[in-house]
């Protein structure tokens, strides 16, 4: 039995602290994934507090067939993609957050970047891509999700997730271009 | 592969929201309220039990009343039975408003009636 299996069972009994352990530990990367869907952190908290919500009143029916951090992103997924489509939000929304030439260039030295500037230039590159390609990175390489895990999560084929993949690396390595290399040199 | 190594380093480190410090907290509170609010009195079963008996004793009670007030009067009044409904109808339609009361309170218990806190 899993450490995680016994929070829920606790939750289940009613021992609603023992909820709290597991919002303490995917709050942060449910409220990633929710960001990079709406593209707002503001409304990404409220998606992930309605999540949480949800997966709380209906723990009774996760079976355990997943992991239960895939079931908490499927709701989030379907909450944020819900208000996104509710709000109408669109591609519009990133010029007004990024200037063009900043998003567009990929030849800006972040290696002048302090930590602050440097998070904030990867938030917005990763806000320039295609949502799928978005929600594809973000689950990928920051929830860690498999390949098999986004397929169950998103409805997407296996192929179309690779597709995405591919394409939202290559633009990702494009604006990032410069830090990478930095890092690179660093490490040589 | 490398540079996929540390785009995914990068990503970790620079594309990771972080939730405000009383995220945690408020998610509980939120759902120490909704909780309250949709937690019954009792449980499904017990109010089942509540239900039963108390339709059962209080309804024999007012049966039983009414069947010896009627016998009692029929006794000192000398009177047939339709007689004594129209002399104490004040009686009987007490009666039925306690029967009646029954049957809503009955109802109620089981929470069809808005029972359930904050519905």
Known sequence: MTDETIIIKQVLAGNINAFATLVDRYKDLAITLAANIVLSSEDAEDIVQEAFIKAYSALATFKGNSKFSTWLYRIVLNIALNKRKNRKLDTVFIEDHLPATEAMNSYIDLSNYNSQQQKKYIREALKSLHEGERICITLYYL??????????????SASNIKVLLYRGRKQLYQQLESLLKTELKDLM | MQEDKYLHELLIEGGIEIASPAFTKNVIKRIERIKYIHE?????????????TFVSVVGLLLLAGLLIRLSALSFTIDLPVPDLYQKHIGTFTLYIICFWALIYLSQKLEGKRGMVRGK
């Open chain 1, 143 to 156: 929830n860690e999700l498999s390949l098999e895990e986004i397929k169950e999560l998103t409805d997407y």
């Open chain 2, 40 to 52: 019954p009195l009792v449980s499904k079963k017990w109010v089942r039990v509540y239900r039963i």
